[in-house]
């Protein structure tokens, strides 16, 4: 719940529309929610009147003839309210100048930061429930799809692919742009599928995610097509050591930082350090990427219910990366890894 004393806040006007979904269920993609200790109202346009009620178990108004920083500003003044909290994040500067215009005299508006995000960091069972049934719909996508990736299929159809069996499987869509990466595309950890071919001993590098049920699922597979070189064995055997080593470090307690630590180090090790040119992992949820983010300069404290991503690779220019990433939620005890699929090295 939103600590209204410490915030030193009368209200919060939630404009980013995970965080609505979070607090209210409106799935629709034009709202506020005013939040008070005591209320929640909802204001959306007249395409989500009938939406709002179905979706919402809290006061909905719809707005006509007005925007909705206008009606939401309106409301702040019937309401007497003073100290406004707004997510300086996710709120346009248009948007902010529109409220403020019709704001009445005395209130005030205060910028915020992360305030719903950090709420939604501890997910609830059902909350879990949801990532784990997005997870296993990820995996299953993708071995539905590994007998069509072979030599002369391109990077563009296999994306293809794999969204379609995502969907076919009760995904509303993926999380974000699926990446195909053949040879040496897959040295751009974020590369977008071309219609180029893969072709016999390379490297392809696979990111997919889905949505299901509002839900993320988030994985990286690198698979080899027929025999790649004995330098591109000894990296995947590098990434693989490093990701379970980080594994096995993230239990609560521990911090964001510290656990990509351990994966930075195993590469170090292996000679990988400058190869290794992201973070760790991430937080998933409504979102794709959410806090905590496992990376060199966040300190947030793990704890059970977190749901993240450990997500190490390695990128070599003009040869290829690799990359494997796993969804694991944090327990009482350390983690479960939530990805069912292998993680040895895959031959096709
Ligand atoms: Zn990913
Ligand atoms: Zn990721």
């Not at 979706?55 to 406004?84: D, M, P, S, W, Y």
């Not at 591109?232 to 594994?247: D, K, N, P």
């Amino acid at each position: 719940v939103i600590d209204f004393t410490e915030l030193k806040i009368d209200a919060l006007l939630v404009s980013g529309l995970p965080n609505i979904r979070y607090f209210s269920g409106f799935t629709g993609s034009n709202a506020f929610l005013l939040v008070t200790h005591d209320s929640q109202t909802l204001f959306t346009d007249p395409r989500y009147t009938v939406q709002a009620s179905q979706e919402c178990n809290c006061a909905v108004r719809t707005v006509t003839g007005r925007a909705l920083h206008v009606a939401a500003a309106q409301f702040i003044q019937r309401k007497r309210l003073k100290k406004i909290g707004f997510e300086k994040a996710r709120l346009s500067y248009e948007g902010y100048q529109l409220l403020k215009e019709h704001l009445p005299l005395g209130a005030t508006l205060k910028p915020l930061a992360g305030v719903v995000e950090k709420l939604r960091m501890i997910k609830t069972g059902d909350e879990i429930a949801r990532i784990r049934r997005s997870v296993i719909t990820n995996s299953e996508a993708f071995d539905r799809t590994l007998k069509r990736m072979e030599p002369g299929v391109s990077e563009s159809s296999i994306a293809a692919e794999l969204e379609y069996q995502m969907r076919l499987l009760g995904a509303e869509k993926p999380a974000f742009e699926t990446i195909v990466a053949a040879g040496p595309h897959s040295a751009l950890p974020h590369a977008s599928p071309t219609e180029q071919l893969l072709a016999a001993n390379e490297l392809l590098l696979i990111d997919m995610g889905a949505f299901q049920s509002g839900y993320a699922s988030d994985m990286t597979r690198t698979v080899f097509l027929g025999k790649p070189d004995a330098r591109t064995r000894s990296m995947y055997r590098a990434v693989l050591e490093a990701q379970q080593a980080a594994i096995s470090a993230v239990r609560p307690g521990i911090t964001a930082q510290q656990v990509d630590r351990v994966a930075r180090k195993v590469l170090k090790e292996h000679g990988l350090a400058k190869e290794f040119v992201h973070s760790t992992g991430h937080g998933l949820g409504l979102e794709i990427h959410e806090p905590p983010r496992l990376g060199k300069n966040d300190k947030t404290t793990l704890a059970a219910g977190m749901v993240i991503t450990i997500e190490p690779g390695a990128y070599v220019e003009g040869t290829g990366g690799v990359r494997i990433e796993d969804t694991v939620v944090v327990t009482n005890s350390g983690c479960e890894v939530l990805t069912p699929t292998s993680k040895e090295m895959m031959f096709l």
